[in-house]
């Protein structure tokens, strides 16, 4: 990762340098093309009061009209991809896998690229390189894009996630004694409610 920060600001940095600019001399760029920012580059990350900007060029732009169709393994997140049969309870499941599928190759780059932009420390220059790489990426990289469904029925809302299904599975499996420890709520004998 050193080795990325260090070609990421490098450009960026040698402009803030040759052309004069002070109040950068905490940021050090050593031998080994790393860049030394008082420890880290994650470590200052507050102050975050960014107000909503709409940063996205691609909006209303066909980003990816005339790409070829991709295989579904084979898909890196941008553009269309191929369908395939599958096991799962409905297409939306499918579609939360192949999400899931890039969230874990791409996401882990997606947040050192926003440590450093959301960073109080490094020049403006830098930020802004950062940040049009995060626009490039693909959308399913953002942890929101994530949705918990039930690997049952690939339902979005009402799931009890400690069991990864439902409520209605739940409760059904739940009836025929297929989950241990559940009990229905039963109050109308052998309860004993004091004024």
């Known amino acids: 990762m050193a080795g990325f920060l260090g070609g990421l600001v490098k450009n960026a940095l040698s402009n803030v340098y040759s052309s004069g600019v002070s109040g950068f001399t905490r940021l050090n760029i050593n031998q080994f093309n790393n860049i030394e920012v008082l420890g880290s580059a994650t470590q200052v990350r507050n102050n975050r009061k960014v107000y909503r900007q709409d940063r996205n060029p691609w909006k209303g732009v066909k980003r990816f009209e005339?790409?070829?169709?991709?295989?579904?393994?084979?898909?890196?997140?941008?553009?269309?991809?191929?369908?395939?049969?599958?096991?799962?309870?409905?297409?939306?499941?499918?579609?939360?896998?192949?999400?899931?599928?890039?969230?874990?190759?791409?996401?882990?780059h997606r947040s050192k690229l926003q440590d450093i932009f959301y960073n109080d420390i490094l020049p403006k220059e830098v930020k802004d390189k950062a940040m049009n790489e995060i626009i490039n990426m693909p959308f399913d990289s953002s942890i929101i894009r994530l949705v918990d469904r039930c690997v049952v029925t690939g339902r979005p809302r009402g799931n009890w996630n400690a069991f990864r299904v439902s409520r209605f599975v739940f409760r059904h499996e739940a009836d025929h004694n297929r989950v241990s420890g559940a009990q229905r709520a039963f109050w109308l004998y052998n309860t004993h409610l004091k004024p």
């Open 66 to 108: 005339g790409k070829p169709v991709q295989e579904w393994f084979e898909w890196d997140g941008l553009g269309p991809y191929k369908y395939r049969p599958h096991h799962y309870s409905d297409n939306r499941t499918l579609k939360d896998v192949q999400r899931r599928r890039i969230f874990a190759k791409q996401h882990y």
